[in-house]
């Protein structure tokens, strides 16, 4: 078992305002946050057969040959920033991550806004795309169901974010395939350390484990836990909570010998969002609050730049 807390969030998903569960659940959020960053999420509504079409469909696509998987390749999705990436086409500080994998947003038409625009689903795994647009919108209620408990957790309305910050979130999906190892490379991850840059990750992780989870103490691993999510908190709300809510670094190495998928869901502020500091405590600013400058689309452009420096200077974004 992990030493992170399972959180039911059932009470979250209910429609009656007025559940005095909300309040136990969020409580239990709030303490997360301040002490890990890092909890696992059951209750969660999403079906089970749902994420093993998922599982199954995705398990297809990465078992293809290299060229194959090319023709959805993210070099053909532009600006749009969707499609997929090979072993080690992903940096990580600087670093080529160990995983392949594939990115996803709202599926939207196309035009010139970086990030946005069609997905590129493979035309040879049709089962994949009906999974991942079912997927996105059930997310979407899990993000926005945890951002209500994050609210009340926070003395705010528990429609805070849901009626502002996330009216219209910024979601990104991936889905990622880490090969076994390295066994023993200390310079060498399936992702390297890092923290997310938004509000919330929602992460589905197979069985095989090797998420790891920096604290105070040291690394501890976030064991796969069935039926759940791993909720972590990224950058935006611990500069939006002046450090109170943590956005802790965490890393991977799939040291199980078998195909590792994992499947993270961000969930952040629109795009045009200019993220507002929280009102707190009758008004009053947090101690150590950062102001933020710009909006979200602006702040997240600046950090996938450096994780796909080649594609960003053939994009020229
Ligand atoms: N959208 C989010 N939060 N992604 C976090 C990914 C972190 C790994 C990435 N290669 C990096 O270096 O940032
Ligand atoms: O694959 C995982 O378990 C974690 C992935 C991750 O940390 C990320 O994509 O930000
Ligand atoms: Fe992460």
Not at 64 to 93: H, Y
Not at 98 to 113: C, M, N, S, T, V
Not at 162 to 176: E, K, N, Q, V, W
Not at 243 to 264: D, I, K, M, W
């Given at each position: 078992?992990?030493?992170?807390?399972?959180?039911?969030?059932?009470?979250?998903?209910?429609?009656?305002?007025?559940?005095?569960?909300?309040?136990?659940?969020?409580?239990?959020?709030?303490?997360?946050?301040?002490?890990?960053?890092?909890?696992?999420?059951?209750?969660?509504?999403?079906?089970p057969?749902?994420?093993?079409?998922l599982?199954?469909?995705?398990?297809?696509?990465?078992?293809?040959?290299?060229?194959?998987?090319?023709?959805?390749?993210?070099?053909?999705?532009?600006?749009?920033?969707?499609?997929?990436?090979?072993?080690?086409?992903?940096?990580?500080?600087?670093?080529?991550?160990?995983?392949?994998?594939?990115?996803?947003?709202?599926?939207?038409?196309?035009?010139?806004?970086?990030?946005?625009?069609?997905?590129?689903?493979?035309?040879?795994?049709?089962?994949?795309?009906?999974?991942?647009?079912?997927?996105?919108?059930?997310?979407?209620?899990?993000?926005?169901?945890?951002?209500?408990?994050?609210?009340?957790s926070?003395?705010?309305?528990?429609?805070?974010?849901?009626?502002?910050?996330?009216?219209?979130?910024?979601?990104?999906f991936?889905?990622?395939?880490?090969?076994?190892?390295?066994?023993?490379?200390?310079?060498?991850?399936?992702?390297?350390?890092?923290?997310?840059?938004?509000?919330?990750?929602?992460?589905?992780?197979?069985?095989?484990?090797?998420?790891?989870?920096?604290?105070?103490?040291?690394?501890?691993?976030?064991?796969?836990?069935?039926?759940?999510?791993?909720?972590?908190?990224?950058?935006?709300?611990?500069?939006?909570?002046?450090?109170?809510?943590?956005?802790?670094?965490?890393?991977?190495?799939?040291?199980?010998?078998?195909?590792?998928?994992?499947?993270?869901?961000?969930?952040d502020?629109?795009?045009d969002?200019?993220?507002?500091?929280?009102?707190?405590?009758?008004?009053?600013?947090?101690?150590?609050?950062?102001?933020?400058?710009?909006t979200?689309?602006?702040?997240?452009?600046?950090?996938?730049?450096?994780?796909?420096?080649?594609?960003?200077?053939?994009?020229?974004?």
């Amino acid at each position: 078992m992990s030493e992170l807390p399972v959180i039911d969030i059932a009470p979250l998903l209910q429609a009656e305002a007025a559940d005095p569960g909300k309040r136990a659940v969020a409580d239990a959020i709030g303490a997360a946050c301040r002490e890990h960053g890092f909890f696992y999420v059951s209750g969660h509504g999403v079906p089970p057969a749902l994420i093993e079409r998922l599982d199954a469909a995705s398990r297809r696509f990465f078992a293809l040959p290299e060229p194959v998987k090319d023709e959805i390749s993210m070099a053909r999705g532009g600006r749009a920033w969707r499609g997929f990436f090979p072993v080690g086409g992903e940096l990580t500080s600087g670093r080529p991550d160990l995983k392949e994998g594939i990115y996803f947003g709202a599926e939207q038409p196309p035009g010139d806004l970086p990030l946005h625009g069609p997905n590129l689903f493979p035309a040879q795994v049709p089962e994949l795309r009906e999974a991942v647009l079912e997927y996105l919108p059930a997310m979407t209620r899990v993000g926005q169901a945890v951002m209500s408990g994050i609210a009340l957790s926070l003395g705010l309305a528990e429609d805070y974010f849901r009626t502002g910050y996330t009216a219209d979130p910024t979601i990104l999906f991936r889905i990622f395939h880490y090969p076994p190892g390295p066994a023993d490379d200390p310079d060498t991850w399936g992702v390297g350390e890092h923290t997310d840059y938004g509000l919330l990750t929602l992460l589905l992780q197979d069985g095989n484990g090797g998420l790891q989870v920096r604290t105070a103490t040291g690394w501890i691993e976030a064991p796969p836990v069935p039926g759940t999510f791993v909720c972590n908190i990224g950058d935006m709300l611990d500069k939006l909570t002046g450090g109170r809510y943590r956005s802790t670094p965490h890393r991977v190495r799939n040291r199980s010998g078998n195909e590792r998928l994992s499947f993270p869901f961000f969930f952040d502020p629109g795009w045009d969002s200019e993220v507002p500091p929280l009102p707190y405590a009758g008004g009053q600013r947090w101690d150590g609050q950062v102001d933020f400058t710009g909006t979200y689309g602006e702040y997240l452009l600046s950090k996938v730049s450096k994780v796909f420096p080649h594609l960003f200077e053939q994009q020229q974004l």
